[in-house]
């Protein structure tokens, strides 16, 4: 009977993952369908840690991730969970032998967002691991399937698209994670003076890390290829698009693709992917 549950528990992370991601909803359909639900389950999973740390103003925040933590230690002890994203999630980790330490190491950056911090070059590559490779990792563990060679050759490209996203999401985000939340992750930049050349000192930084990435999609499964392709121009696109705009205006509003053209660059990326030239 507990699979009428478990079920549930899937279909509410994939309505959570359309709910707040249009990109990354397009890009799960375009993965095989025996692997999309353990893909909901994970971008629920971070979304519900994202949420806590993001957007639950007036409560306390820490006490509701400290509930989030001690949940999920026991939802993976017990294999089972009342709460349908954390039973998704749960069930993922199972199935898939994501390790512990993965898990811990996001929510240990989680924790770091409730905190004022003045990001050093040490912090900053400790948040991003937590908050976006780690992620990518999960994914990783995912799309192949128990093979653990091709895991491992896989593991340091997952890295790099993971930490180029987060590197997008910063830029993207930086007018509220600035001036409402009060954070500016990327180390030894004045965020009140905010320069073009600064600007581009990370843009630099990130056209590697997408450069790198785009290697290791081409060695991905035929399962988890275009899909993970997909997500990756969307996110190319979104950083083209940041190129154009100068410092001054991204710190004074946020930077989007409409979802007509993401219909668009679905096409074209689809068309590439179809005749090898990626």
Sequence with gaps: MKRIFDDLSFEVSKKTTKAYSTSF???I????????????????????ADEIVDSFEG????????????ETSSAIEDGISINPILNS????VRRYQIPNDLINHFLHSMEMDLVKLEYNSDLYNEYIYGSAEVVGLMCLHVFTEGNKE???TLKPYAMKLGSAFQKVNFLRDMKDDYNILGRSYFPEVNFSDFSNEAKCKIE????????IALQGIKKLPASSMFG?????K???????????????????SRIRIPNSHKAFVALKSYVRYKIAIL
Excluded at 228 to 232: E, P
Aim: net charge positive; aromatic share 16%; glycine share 2%.
């Design 25 to 27: 909803s397009l890009g």
């Design 89 to 92: 999630f749960c069930e993922t």
């Design 228 to 232: 993970v392709y997909l997500a990756y």
């Design 150 to 152: 091709k895991y491992d």
């Design 204 to 211: 630099q930084e990130i056209e590697k890390e997408f450069s």
């Design 234 to 252: 969307y996110y190319l696109t979104l950083f083209q698009r940041i190129k154009k705009c100068s410092s001054s205006q991204i710190l004074q």
């Design 29 to 48: 359909l375009a993965l095989k369908p025996s692997i999309r639900s353990a893909i909901y389950a994970i971008y629920g999973y971070v979304r519900l």
């Design 59 to 70: 409560y306390d925040k820490k006490k509701l991730l400290q509930r989030l933590i001690v």
